[in-house]
């Protein structure tokens, strides 16, 4: 008999509490606090997102011969210690034949270091350049053609994508990830940035702002330029 007077007191006391809170619910002050609090939980989650995740995008347009002859495109994504970017571009020109060209680029640093990158390139319908780098446990692995190699290089901690996003003011090297090489910055009288490619050719890499606002590009059969659209 005690222990059920016992349960109807603390359902009665509960009943009691539910139907207090119900008024203070339905009240204009209640209302209030609740949409101020509901705006505060939305604030601090975008702030949250905003700050653990910020990204950058950057167009371009490529000249050749003062024709405009295809776009590139990168997106820059940095959430922590890691940053992911990726470059696609299209492009069509006639030397003798037409050639049309396209390529898809990305990189993954974690604490400033590379530990993924990738190169697919397609010209006239055929791939020419199917590559992926991959920081293992034992260094950085190669996977070209379903063959693998290991490269005996120091960590990477900028390569060809990261000079789109910054200036290289202090750097004076850069990895290229097709090449599989280090190749040395050389600053120029102009302001430019030359990178000299194991085949002969180069790039020459412009800043406005600490991004970069044009490439000139030097290659073995052709010349022409990236230049950032506004």
């Excluded at 339905?26 to 949409?35: E, G, L």
């Excluded at 011969?65 to 776009?71: A, T």
């Excluded at 993954?108 to 590379?114: A, I, V, Y």
Aim: proline letters at 3%; aromatic letters at 10%.
């Amino acid at each position: 008999m005690i222990p059920m007077l016992i349960y109807l007191l603390l359902k009665k006391i509960r009943r009691q509490k539910q139907d207090a809170i119900s008024l203070k619910k339905s009240t204009p002050i209640f209302r209030i606090f609740a949409r101020v609090m509901i705006c505060m939980l939305i604030f601090l989650l975008i702030s949250g997102i905003l700050i653990n995740a910020r990204g950058q995008k950057l167009n371009y347009k490529v000249v050749r011969n003062g024709n405009d002859i295809g776009w590139m495109k990168l997106e820059k994504t940095t959430e922590g210690n890691f940053c992911k970017m990726i470059l696609s571009s299209e492009i069509k020109f006639r030397i003798i034949l037409l050639i049309s060209a396209t390529v898809v680029e990305s990189a993954c640093f974690s604490n400033n270091k590379l530990v993924f990158s990738s190169q697919y390139h397609i010209t006239n319908g055929d791939v020419k350049v199917n590559k992926q780098t991959r920081l293992t446990a034992d260094g950085y692995e190669v996977n070209a053609d379903n063959e693998k190699e290991k490269l005996t290089i120091p960590d990477i901690s900028f390569n060809l994508l990261c000079l789109y996003f910054q200036e290289p003011v202090v750097q004076k090297k850069v990895y290229c990830d097709k090449q599989q090489c280090f190749a040395d910055i050389e600053k120029k009288s102009d302001g430019g940035y030359k990178v000299n490619f194991p085949n002969g050719d180069s790039n020459c890499y412009y800043y406005t702002g600490g991004v970069c606002s044009k490439i000139r590009i030097e290659h073995t059969f052709y010349s022409a330029e990236i230049i950032l659209n506004p």
